[in-house]
């Protein structure tokens, strides 16, 4: 029995919710092909939306001047359309309309389909490089509404573990690429040789923090080519800049959190996060991190790029150490209207403070959602990449970081990502699956409630759960394959997976996927049976996605604000 969404909208005692989140959005036209006469629509409902709001679908041959509308009647049950009025060979432009009380209104968004044969439910932007992409953000860059695309191009990885075979030396610096919505190439931003070429040296977050209504960008950054000869970055000066979304060019910076305490270990102090966080429930704050497996320093900041506050985890913090995630979470655990920080196995309040604290060691998985809509409140499920002789896959707490249940056994290294989503309409909430590398072999599959449902490798560490058809259930996206679990193959991927979010269309979610000089975004042309609010204006799920450009890649998770 799937439940989709379990509406929370749980009241604190002050009556406080997410509802504040506003980001300006246009309503999202998709164009795709059916087959070679059938064109398929989609479009934003947005959370402002009154309960009867209707619309109407126009289309425009390319070449010609004039819109004609064709839908018979004014479409009210879904946010999408089949167009079968299309001829082969063909290319469209398509725009929606609202009707409001009777009134229709313009809609800013628009999509254009080429009629091609065949089932194409994707489109793709074509790049000013051959070259694969190494990860990718979006934001509205020129306040138009609709998402841009910030890509980090090589698709290179140094890691900073000091055992041989991780570390290497970078090939080149790293550069930033800007694309609008469109696919016309902005603008480029060279991160230079003093960030070298790998995920913990290079975070950098697309988010509009100072509230202008454009999504700037933020890089931690240095000067100048600071290499040693064997090409280690060990010195010089590093920063926290940020980027104008319009022209690429650094307008402001900040020292970024120093090395100090780390006692010169290189692995240790190379770890960086950057991330968003609605820190006092109606202003976004930046949240910059230094530290994952010792000390962990983490700082606020507020748009003008000053302290809020700061957090380490030395002197009374001491236990806190280790305790980092490959990436951080955030969202309102204790429904007081202000996100707090899920860093690792432990959890910052609002203001810095911590909140409690797990003992469980270091985790490479770890997800905050209603994973059991059976309990109050949000849980977290974790994979813990420490050797543990018990819980090293467990679900607690979001509110206390109370285990809830795990594996009785010992685990070696439970790796990589994981995975939490609704996927089997046997059990209520979430299946949460997780597996060990590096020494062992289990694999675990439970359902929200703590049943091992599986022992079975999925053939993945991190599968990628999707919205995609019709119903509530999630389909799953491993090895380019799209499928029902237990069920029909959908769909074929190509391409490296870079990211999964609803950045167009209806409330349904995107793949999105490098290929050699190609950013391609697949998107479901399967017609809904019924409607529902866009995810990305929900905020944690809005601040999972902006988080895709720091750490391992963790698919957004909706919090306690859905309509």
């Not at 009154?50 to 049950?77: H, Q, W």
């Not at 063909?90 to 389909?113: C, D, H, K, S, W």
């Not at 960086?272 to 530290?291: C, E, H, W």
């Not at 270091?362 to 018990?390: C, Q, T, V, W």
């Amino acid at each position: 029995m799937p439940l989709f969404f379990v509406c929370l909208f749980l009241l604190t005692e002050t009556g406080r919710t997410q509802n504040n989140f506003t980001e300006k959005i246009d309503r999202g036209v998709v164009a795709l092909t059916i087959d070679g006469t059938h064109a398929y629509i989609g479009w934003r409902l947005l959370k402002d939306d009154p309960d009867d709001i209707a619309f109407n679908v126009y289309r425009m041959e390319v070449g010609s001047s004039d819109f004609i509308r064709v839908n018979k009647t004014p479409l009210t049950s879904t946010t999408d359309f089949t167009d079968n009025t299309v001829k082969a060979g063909m290319a469209y432009r398509y725009r929606v309309r609202t009707l409001i009380n009777g009134r229709e209104q313009e809609a800013p968004g628009e999509a254009t389909v080429f009629m091609l044969a065949g089932n194409k439910p994707w489109y793709s932007l074509k790049l000013n490089t051959d070259a694969r992409l190494k990860r990718l953000g979006v934001g509205d860059l020129d306040g138009d509404g609709a998402y841009d695309f910030i890509i980090q191009f090589p698709d290179f990885n140094v890691d900073p573990y000091h055992m041989p075979g991780y570390w290497q030396r970078s090939p080149e610096p790293y550069t930033l690429h800007a694309y609008n919505s469109k696919g016309r190439f902005m603008w480029s931003y060279d991160m230079g040789w003093s960030i070298e070429t790998g995920t913990w040296y290079s975070p950098y977050m697309v988010y509009d923090v100072d509230g202008d209504g454009l999504a700037e960008i933020y890089a931690k950054a240095g000067e100048g080519d600071p290499r040693e000869t064997d090409g280690h970055v060990l010195e010089g000066p590093e920063y926290l800049v940020k980027i104008d979304p319009r022209t690429g060019k650094i307008i402001s910076k900040r020292d970024w959190l120093s090395k100090d305490g780390f006692l010169n270990n290189y692995n240790y102090w190379s770890r960086n996060f950057l991330t968003v966080a609605y820190l006092d429930g109606k202003d976004p704050s930046l949240i910059m991190q230094r530290g994952t497996y010792t000390i962990i320093k983490t700082e606020a900041l507020d748009k003008y790029l000053k302290r809020e506050w700061y957090w380490e985890s030395t002197g009374e913090y001491e236990k806190y150490k280790g305790q980092g995630q490959h990436g951080i979470m955030q969202g309102d655990i204790d429904f007081d209207g202000k996100d707090e920080l899920v860093i690792g196995t432990f959890a910052l309040d609002d203001d810095g403070k911590p909140i409690w604290y797990t003992g469980l060691k270091h985790n490479d998985a770890g997800y905050l959602a209603d994973i059991d809509p059976l309990r109050p409140g949000m849980e977290i499920f974790y994979g813990i990449e420490s050797r543990s002789p018990k819980n090293g896959v467990c679900l607690v707490e979001a509110a206390t970081g109370k285990i809830i249940w795990g594996f009785e056994g010992p685990t070696t290294h439970v790796h990589s990502q994981g995975m939490v989503g609704d996927i089997d309409p046997d059990f209520p909430g979430m299946e949460c699956y997780a597996g060990e590398a590096k020494g062992g072999d289990q694999y675990f599959m439970y359902s929200a409630a703590g049943k091992r449902l599986s022992d079975k490798d999925m053939g993945s560490l991190n599968p990628r759960p999707v919205w995609w058809d019709a119903d509530d259930l999630k389909e799953l996206n491993i090895n380019q394959l799209l499928f029902k679990y237990k069920g029909d193959t959908l769909l074929k991927i190509e391409g490296k997976v870079v990211m999964v979010g609803d950045i167009i269309g209806d409330w349904r979610e995107e793949i999105i996927t490098s290929l050699p000089g190609e950013l391609r975004i697949y998107s479901t042309n399967i017609p809904a049976s019924g409607r529902k609010t866009c995810l990305m204006q929900n905020r944690q799920y809005r601040l999972g996605i902006a988080n895709s450009t720091m750490g391992y890649f963790y698919p957004p998770q909706m919090g306690a604000d859905r309509r």
